[in-house]
C-alpha cells in the first residue's frame, strides 16, 4: 500500500493567449508540503513537475498510473490552464501549446481521454484528480467508474473509486487573487489540510469531499462566480486524504469561529463566546486573533472587488454618462475577471446608476391607483355578483383584487416536445397538445393565451444542479392554481399595438427594442413598462393581465421536468438562444448568435410555451428575496407590505451562458431602470382562470 502523487504546475506559456500563472508553480510547492508532512498528507512519494513540455507531461501522467497496486492511493494534481474544444473535450495544457485561429491544436496538450484511458487501465483502486484550472469541471465528461472487484479497506486510505474535485465547473473560468499567495481554490485546499479545517466530522481525517466541501465554500466567499465541482464514482467521495490535528485547541478554536463568523463579522454574544473559548483552551489572544484574521480573509477579499468594482463603475460612469454597448461587454468581462455575480454587484449598479439618472420614485409609479372613469369594468365574482373594485397600476394591485375570469371555450393546437440526453442529442420527440384563446389587440394583431393546468412542483434547484445559486433554496412544494400564459414573450408587434392605447399611469416608448423586428420580443422594458402594458390589456379587454409569480413561471418552464432544462440535463443552440459559445454539462459549443431572435423559432415545452429557456429575460411580480426561505407555497406572488424597486426576471436571454437558462435560475433588478443592462429584458403575460387575483 503506497500513497503516491504527481504534482504539476504550468506558469510559462509561450502561446499568447494564454496568459502566464506565475503562482501556478507555488501552488505545486505548496501542495507537495502539505502531502509530505507525515503528521498531514503522509504521502510516501510525491513527484513535482513545473513547466514539463508536452511529452513529458503525457509520460509522466501515463508512469503515475502505470506498475500500482491495487490499495495505493494516486493523487493527479494540475494548476495552469485547462483549455476545451468545441465539443466540451478537455486538454492540460503545457508551455508548447498553441492554438491556431483560437482553436487548439490538440496535438499541443494532453487530452483528458487519454488521461482517462491510463486511469482505467490502472489497478489502483482509489484515485484522486484535482485540478485548479478554467473549465476543468469538462475533465469529468466521458469518465466512467470501472469495477473494482475486491478489496480490503484500510483505515488510512478510505473508500475506493474515483474522486474528481476541480476548481470550476466545465463552462467557467479559475479566477486568481493578487491578495493570496496561492490560486484561490488550491489556496484553500492548502489550508484545509493545514490547518485541519477541512476534518469537519473532527475524526481525526480529511476524505476528499471534506476537503472539497471546505475549500468550495471559502472560495465561493472570496469570488461568488466560482463553482468548483466535485466528481465522485462509485465510493471515491470517502477517500481518505490526509490526518488532522484531532484534539489540538487551535483547531477546536478555528471551528466556533467559522460557525460564528456572518459577513466577516460577530456579533457581540458571539464575540463573547469566542473570548470564554480562547480562555478555556489557554489560547494567546495573538494566536486567536491570527486564526480569527485567517477566516475573516475570504470575506475581506470579496468587500475588495466590491469596492474596486465600485471604483471601477464610478471613473466609468463619469467618463462616459451613457454607457455604449462596448462599454458594457467590458464591464461585464470585467466583473467575471473579479469573479463576481450579478446579484453581487447589482447594488452597486444601482446606486451608480441611480446618481447619474435618478429612477422614478416607487410612490409616483407604483402606488397610483385608478381615477374613477378608469375604473374597469364590473367582473362577475365567484357568487356571480358585480364588483367595480378599483385596481392599482401597481403589481401588488394587479396580483391581488377580486375579480376573476372566465374565458371563452378555447381552440387547440398541436406542437413537437423535444427531449435530449447528457451530450444534447435528441432522444426522443413527440407530439403534444394545448388548448388556447386569442385576445384581439386590433389591426389583426393577437395575443394567444396557452392553458396552464394546475398542479403541484418541487421549486428551486438540488444542491448538485451544475450552475445553481444559493438563491434558488430551499426547495419547496408548491401548488399552483390553473391559468393561462402566453405562448410567447410579448412581441413588438404586440407592444406597438398596446403601446398605442390611452394612458393609464406612465407613457410607453412604442418602439424601444434595439433588435427590430415584428415577430421579436419586445426588448429594453422596465418592470414598470410592463405593469403599465397589462393595466392598458385590462382595461381595454375587461380582463385581468398581469405579469407571472415566480413561482407560476417557474411551474409553467418545467411542464412537469425535474432536469435543469425542460429539454432534459443540458441544452443546445438548437434548442434556444443563448451565448453558445459556452457550454453546459456534456453538451458542445453551438452559435453565438448575439441578439434575439424571432418568438417560436425553437421547440416548446410541454405546457406549448415557446422561448421560456433563452431569447431574453422575462419580468415576473415578485420582489427579490436572497432564498426560498417561508417564500409562499400556493403560487402567488411574494411581496412585502411596503414596495421593493428590486423585482425578479426569470429564463436566461441570448446574451447569458447557458446555466442562467436553467428552470430555476433568478435574476433580480431596478424595476424602473432602463439605461443599464436591460438590452435582454422582456416579459410575457398570464390571465388567471378559477382563482381570485
Partial sequence: ???????????????????????????????????????????????VLKNPKRQELEREIYNLYANRQKDDLVLLYFSGHGVTVENG?????????????????PFTAVAATSVHRWMNESKSKRRVVILDCCFSGAFAKGLTAKDSGTIDLQQQLGGEGTAILTAS????????????DLSIYTQYLVEGIEKGAADKDGDGLIAVDELHDYAKTKVQEASPLMTPEFYPFKDGYRI?????????????????VERRINQGKFTIPARRLLKSLRLQLQLDADVADAIEAEVKKPYLEYQRKLEEYEATLVETVESEPTLSERTLNDLRD???????????????????????????????LSDVAYSSDLTPSPFPTKEGEQDSKPLSASGRGLERGSAIYEPTPPNQFEFEIVKVDAQGQIINRSPGRAEFFTEDLGNGVVLEMVSIPGGKFLMGSPESEEGRYDSESPQHNVTVPPFFMGKFPVTQRQWQAVAALDKVNIDLNPDPSRFKGANRPVERVSWDDAVEFCVRLLKKTGKIYRLPSEAEWEYACRAGTTTPFYFGETITTDLANYRGNSTYGSAPNGEYREQTTEVGKFPAN????????????????????????????????????????????????WLVNPDYCRSASRLFNNRAGRDFIDINFGFRVVCGVGRTF
Fill in 1 to 47: 500500500m503506497a500513497k503516491v502523487a504527481l504534482l504539476i504546475g504550468i506558469s510559462e506559456y509561450h502561446e499568447p493567449t494564454l496568459a502566464p500563472l506565475p503562482k501556478a508553480v507555488e501552488d505545486v510547492e505548496a501542495m507537495r508540503r502539505v502531502l509530505e508532512n507525515p503528521e498531514m498528507g503522509g504521502f510516501d512519494d510525491v513527484t
Fill in 240 to 256: 481518505f486524504l490526509a490526518k488532522s490535528p484531532k484534539d489540538d485547541p487551535k483547531l477546536k478554536y478555528r471551528k466556533e
Fill in 334 to 364: 470585467y466583473q467575471q475577471h473579479l469573479g463576481l455575480r450579478d446579484e453581487d454587484v447589482a447594488p452597486i449598479e444601482q446606486k451608480i446608476i441611480g446618481q447619474v439618472k435618478p429612477p422614478v420614485s416607487a410612490e409616483e
Fill in 169 to 180: 465547473t466545465s463552462t467557467q473560468y479559475a479566477f486568481a487573487s493578487d491578495e493570496l
Fill in 606 to 653: 410541454s405546457f406549448g410555451l415557446f422561448d421560456m429557456c433563452g431569447n431574453l429575460w422575462e419580468w415576473c411580480q415578485d420582489e427579490w428575496h436572497e432564498n426560498y426561505n417561508n417564500a409562499p407555497t400556493d403560487g402567488s406572488a411574494w411581496l412585502s407590505e411596503g414596495s421593493s424597486n428590486i423585482r425578479c426576471l426569470r429564463g436566461g436571454s
Fill in 89 to 105: 473535450d478537455f486538454y492540460f495544457s503545457t508551455c508548447e501549446t498553441q492554438k491556431n485561429q483560437n482553436k487548439l491544436l
